[in-house]
Nanobody, 122 residues
Framework: QVQLVESGGGLVQPGGSLRLSCVAS????????VGWYRQASGEQRELVAV???????RYADSVKGRFTISRDNAKNTVSLQMNSLKPEDTAVYYC????????????????WGQGTQVTVSS
């Protein structure tokens, strides 16, 4: 079992930045895949970025070049730096742990945080 707690969401103007953090209740180095998902109102949850314990990283096409995922095993934390934010980035962002890659496709694990709201608006 691992519990995940997100923080760092908020209201930001278009073009601004936010940094989300996901802190795990146990050694995050033992969790293979940790990803950030988001769910906008009325939409399905989608994968934003994922990082594995072997430092394999994948991004959704919509955030490439703007978002950066990183992992700090000493702090049991996975962070998502979000720059050049757009109104379409508005969503609840969730941290997910325990996922795996299979044939190049990432599948989410069974551990979810409670989510943090990100709103991009002027």
């Amino acid at each position: 079992q691992v519990q995940l707690v997100e923080s760092g969401g908020g209201l930001v103007q278009p073009g601004g930045s936010l940094r989300l953090s996901c802190v795990a209740s146990r050694r995050i180095s033992s969790v293979y895949g940790v990803g950030w998902y988001r769910q906008a109102s009325g939409e399905q949850r989608e994968l934003v970025a994922v990082i594995t314990s072997g430092s394999m990283i994948r991004y959704a096409d919509s955030v490439k070049g703007r978002f950066t995922i990183s992992r700090d095993n000493a702090k049991n934390t996975v962070s998502l730096q979000m720059n050049s934010l757009k109104p379409e980035d508005t969503a609840v962002y969730y941290c997910n742990g325990g996922g795996v890659f299979s044939r190049g496709t990432y599948s989410s694990g069974g551990y979810w945080g409670q989510g943090t709201q990100v709103t991009v608006s002027s």
